[in-house]
């Protein structure tokens, strides 16, 4: 079994959803949640720096709408909880620390401490989930059913 179902159409197109909650599956929801990301690339791992800013609105009803933000904001601010704890350990074991790649040694540090979440998030996925690069969006979805309802739709 799939942890998610990836399906990857050019940045510029406009995607379809089915007419059903992302979530739940109810038909017809009547309200939709916005889902977003930065692309990233080449510059990302260089720079540090995230690109441009994407982001779709995709059917959910209102009561899976409301839980998919409380769990979008609750994850961004574990996320940053945790990557701070990280950069926290990295200062305090590379405090003394003058040898050459002291940079790289405190992302691997900080990345060493997120590691736990980035399994979690792999075994356990949210409904929907974006990774944007330059030309293209990989939208990766938890339920293979409605990836393939979205690849028929789009495709």
């Known amino acids: 079994m799939p942890l998610s179902t990836d399906v990857t159409l050019p940045r510029i197109a406009v995607p379809t959803f089915p007419d059903r ?3 739940c599956g109810t038909s017809k929801p009547g309200s939709h949640v916005r889902v977003g990301t930065n692309a990233i690339g ?4 260089v720079f540090w720096l995230p690109g441009r800013r994407f982001s779709v609105a995709v059917p959910a009803c209102e009561p899976c ?3 998919l933000v409380r769990r979008r904001w609750g994850r961004r601010i574990f996320e940053w909880s945790i990557g701070l704890m990280g950069v926290a350990a990295a200062l305090y074991l590379l405090g003394s620390y003058r040898g050459p790649f002291k940079r790289w040694l405190a992302l691997g540090i ?3 401490c997120l590691l736990p979440w980035f399994i979690w998030q792999t075994l356990f996925p949210p409904p929907i989930d974006l990774t944007a690069y330059s030309d293209t969006v990989q939208y990766e979805f938890r339920d293979a059913d409605y990836a393939d309802e979205f690849v028929s739709l789009n495709v």
């Open 21 to 23: 909650c992302i979530n």
């Open 42 to 45: 080449w510059w990302t791992l």
């Open 65 to 67: 709408r409301r839980r």
């Open 110 to 112: 900080a990345l060493a």
